[in-house]
């Protein structure tokens, strides 16, 4: 059967190929590598996931010995870019969050973003960073890693894609010769819509909505397919890419992160989420043993997720009119507080590789994409990332949320402000914000000291690394910063902070929002979050061949994993047999 199985798949594979233009690589004993990513699963529910039967095939596996799974720390700020750069380039020490402020450009970043995204990118390259992906294929990541082949990459959007060289039956034979695709896209939307309408029914918030603008439905229905169609394009790209006997291979998946946040980390949604993601890596491990080489198959995330309550949802606004209202004079406030747009980023990517295909449709079908991309243009919601103030002037503060961490930069200044500049111009500023109930803890740095600020007390990081505590530990305050679900130990944190407030691109002043032991303060609109400290956000899981001596709970962080990889696979590769 298995033989018959392989026959099937690679006669299959070898047809859809020929007919997309991407011949098969030469046989070889040499092990190929992939590397899928599930973003924002923590060990913790990953774990959950496992015991429950949420995630059937992984739990074989690993029951069979063929995969071990360990937690680890993954990097800091807890967030994808932070740690995809360390994964790819083995650099951590380039980005401070999913958003900030250049001072020097005077301009926000934001990485969802392809042209910011790109100049970081480039910056990761310029400084020497070994690119993992270097002959291999990329898929739905920011960064390529030096790949020669990447799918819904932001840091090369525009580019030569999956559909680059399909022909209009080259796409119909995609379809006819995957029926199972088709069943599972219309089963998700399915699904979606029916979680939309329950959980809507049981927010009144939500039925509001739904009463108001009778189109969410339909509105919901294209989400729920964009991100159905993204997902099966991108499982069947990798799929393709392992049986011509590409390495490496590098996928993000985010249908749990999606949910996570929007539901929350442990609602039926999410979990449900990963129950399509086992179903995709049956199909990927299942390929992967049909291949024309070994492969080794690595899971893993970048982060966990934390359940939350938003800062403007608690306390009736905002953290940047917060700082406003303390400064006393008068100032102009830029402060990025956008919709929750995620389930958008599906058909973005989708309309940029449509693009490609639409010149070698017939009229009414390049009318029909046309037209959905004019939709996607009107119905995702436009950037916010504005300038402030009047007339375009800009800002005098600025304030970057990634999630429960957030970069607060005073620009009326020409250049970073010490805490004795802030404390000596803004005296209220510190005291509001260290007194406030939603922050955990208050950042700053005074030259090379680091100063992590609690209400009961303050900790001083000094250049060489020795630290003094003043009053009570602000990392211990059980109302603020909770010891209680935290992974990383007290020193671990203090360093990381401590690296993060001397990032030549980090705020004047960084902010965690409180965490106390269960929820977290988050500065977005968010159910689930992650950037910052405090529960499952912490720890992150890793899924590795049995037959690999690995200790991640050991390892820094992600340039660790970089660095065995880099060794283990593009230096001196293994000639053993596949297992079964």
């Given at each position: 059967?298995?033989?018959?199985?392989?026959?099937?798949?690679r006669?299959?594979?070898?047809?859809l190929?020929?007919?997309m233009g991407?011949?098969?690589a030469?046989p070889?004993?040499?092990?190929?590598?992939?590397?899928?990513?599930i973003d924002g699963?923590?060990f913790l529910?990953?774990?959950r996931?496992?015991?429950?039967g949420r995630?059937?095939?992984?739990?074989r596996?690993i029951r069979?010995?063929?995969f071990?799974v360990?937690p680890?720390?993954a990097?800091?700020?807890?967030?994808?870019?932070?740690?995809?750069a360390?994964?790819l380039?083995?650099?951590?020490?380039a980005?401070?969050?999913?958003?900030?402020?250049?001072?020097?450009r005077k301009e926000?970043?934001?990485?969802?973003r392809?042209?910011?995204v790109r100049r970081?990118?480039?910056r990761?390259?310029s400084d020497?960073g070994g690119?993992?992906l270097?002959?291999?294929?990329c898929y739905?990541?920011?960064f390529d890693?030096g790949a020669?082949?990447?799918?819904?990459?932001?840091s090369t959007m525009g580019?030569?894609?999956l559909?680059?060289?399909?022909?209009?039956?080259?796409?119909f034979?995609?379809?006819?010769?995957?029926p199972g695709?088709?069943?599972?896209?219309?089963?998700m939307?399915a699904?979606?819509?029916?979680?939309?309408?329950?959980?809507?029914?049981r927010?009144?918030e939500?039925?509001?909505r739904?009463?108001?603008?009778?189109?969410?439905?339909?509105?919901?229905?294209f989400?729920?397919?964009?991100?159905a169609?993204?997902?099966?394009?991108?499982t069947?790209?990798?799929s393709?890419?392992i049986?011509r006997?590409?390495?490496?291979l590098?996928a993000i998946?985010?249908l749990?992160?999606?949910?996570?946040?929007?539901y929350?980390?442990?609602?039926?949604?999410a979990f449900?989420a990963?129950?399509r993601?086992?179903?995709?890596l049956?199909e990927?491990?299942?390929?992967?043993?049909f291949a024309?080489?070994p492969?080794?198959?690595y899971i893993?995330?970048?982060?966990?997720m934390?359940p939350?309550?938003p800062f403007?949802?608690?306390?009736?606004?905002?953290?940047?009119?917060f700082v406003?209202?303390?400064?006393?004079?008068?100032?102009?406030?830029d402060?990025t507080?956008?919709?929750d747009d995620?389930?958008?980023?599906s058909w973005?990517y989708l309309?940029?590789?449509m693009?490609?295909?639409?010149r070698?449709?017939s009229p009414?079908g390049?009318?029909?994409v046309?037209a959905?991309r004019?939709?996607?243009?009107?119905?995702?919601?436009?950037?916010?990332?504005?300038?402030?103030?009047?007339?375009?002037?800009?800002a005098?503060v600025?304030v970057?949320?990634?999630?429960?961490?957030?970069h607060l930069?005073?620009t009326?200044?020409s250049h970073?402000?010490s805490?004795s500049?802030?404390?000596?111009q803004w005296?209220h500023?510190?005291?509001a914000l260290?007194e406030?109930?939603?922050?955990?803890?208050v950042?700053?740095?005074?030259?090379e000291?680091?100063?992590?600020?609690?209400?009961?007390?303050?900790?001083?990081?000094?250049?060489d690394g020795?630290?003094?505590i003043y009053?009570q530990?602000?990392?211990?305050?059980?109302?603020?910063m909770?010891?209680?679900?935290?992974?990383l130990d007290?020193?671990?944190i203090v360093?990381?902070?401590?690296?993060?407030?001397?990032l030549?691109d980090s705020?004047?002043?960084?902010?965690?929002?409180?965490w106390?032991?269960?929820?977290?303060?988050?500065?977005?609109?968010?159910r689930?979050?992650?950037g910052?400290?405090g529960?499952?956000?912490?720890?992150?899981?890793?899924?590795?061949?049995?037959d690999r001596?690995?200790?991640?709970?050991r390892?820094?962080?992600?340039r660790?994993f970089?660095?065995?990889l880099?060794?283990?696979?593009?230096?001196t590769?293994a000639?053993?047999?596949?297992p079964?």
């Amino acid at each position: 059967m298995k033989r018959i199985l392989r026959w099937v798949y690679r006669a299959k594979y070898r047809l859809l190929g020929r007919r997309m233009g991407q011949p098969e690589a030469p046989p070889t004993l040499e092990r190929g590598l992939v590397l899928i990513q599930i973003d924002g699963l923590s060990f913790l529910h990953l774990q959950r996931a496992l015991q429950e039967g949420r995630m059937p095939y992984l739990a074989r596996q690993i029951r069979k010995g063929r995969f071990q799974v360990a937690p680890w720390f993954a990097g800091f700020p807890t967030t994808t870019p932070v740690v995809t750069a360390a994964l790819l380039y083995g650099q951590l020490d380039a980005i401070p969050g999913f958003r900030w402020y250049e001072r020097i450009r005077k301009e926000p970043v934001v990485m969802k973003r392809p042209a910011h995204v790109r100049r970081v990118a480039a910056r990761l390259r310029s400084d020497g960073g070994g690119r993992l992906l270097r002959g291999g294929a990329c898929y739905a990541s920011m960064f390529d890693g030096g790949a020669e082949r990447t799918i819904f990459t932001l840091s090369t959007m525009g580019l030569p894609g999956l559909l680059s060289g399909v022909q209009g039956l080259g796409l119909f034979l995609m379809v006819l010769l995957n029926p199972g695709r088709i069943w599972r896209i219309l089963r998700m939307v399915a699904r979606d819509i029916l979680d939309e309408l329950w959980y809507g029914i049981r927010s009144w918030e939500t039925w509001w909505r739904f009463l108001r603008d009778p189109t969410g439905l339909f509105r919901t229905a294209f989400l729920a397919l964009g991100s159905a169609l993204l997902h099966e394009l991108l499982t069947f790209s990798l799929s393709m890419d392992i049986h011509r006997g590409i390495s490496p291979l590098y996928a993000i998946y985010v249908l749990y992160d999606e949910a996570a946040h929007r539901y929350g980390p442990d609602h039926p949604v999410a979990f449900r989420a990963l129950r399509r993601l086992d179903a995709y890596l049956r199909e990927i491990d299942r390929m992967a043993g049909f291949a024309r080489r070994p492969y080794d198959l690595y899971i893993f995330s970048d982060h966990g997720m934390t359940p939350s309550e938003p800062f403007a949802r608690r306390f009736g606004r905002s953290l940047g009119d917060f700082v406003q209202e303390h400064m006393v004079q008068p100032v102009t406030l830029d402060e990025t507080v956008e919709p929750d747009d995620r389930r958008w980023r599906s058909w973005r990517y989708l309309m940029v590789e449509m693009r490609g295909l639409e010149r070698t449709l017939s009229p009414r079908g390049a009318q029909v994409v046309r037209a959905a991309r004019a939709y996607v243009q009107r119905q995702a919601p436009r950037p916010r990332e504005g300038e402030g103030g009047p007339s375009g002037r800009r800002a005098d503060v600025v304030v970057r949320a990634s999630g429960p961490l957030a970069h607060l930069y005073i620009t009326a200044a020409s250049h970073p402000l010490s805490l004795s500049e802030i404390a000596v111009q803004w005296p209220h500023l510190l005291d509001a914000l260290i007194e406030h109930p939603g922050i955990g803890l208050v950042i700053g740095r005074e030259g090379e000291d680091v100063f992590l600020m609690g209400r009961q007390g303050a900790q001083v990081i000094r250049a060489d690394g020795r630290s003094s505590i003043y009053g009570q530990d602000p990392l211990t305050d059980p109302e603020r910063m909770a010891p209680e679900g935290r992974w990383l130990d007290g020193e671990r944190i203090v360093q990381e902070l401590a690296r993060l407030a001397r990032l030549p691109d980090s705020g004047d002043l960084i902010l965690l929002g409180a965490w106390d032991g269960q929820t977290v303060i988050t500065f977005e609109d968010q159910r689930g979050t992650h950037g910052g400290l405090g529960g499952a956000q912490e720890i992150a899981f890793l899924v590795f061949p049995s037959d690999r001596p690995l200790r991640p709970q050991r390892w820094r962080d992600a340039r660790d994993f970089h660095a065995y990889l880099t060794e283990t696979y593009q230096r001196t590769p293994a000639s053993h047999s596949m297992p079964d």
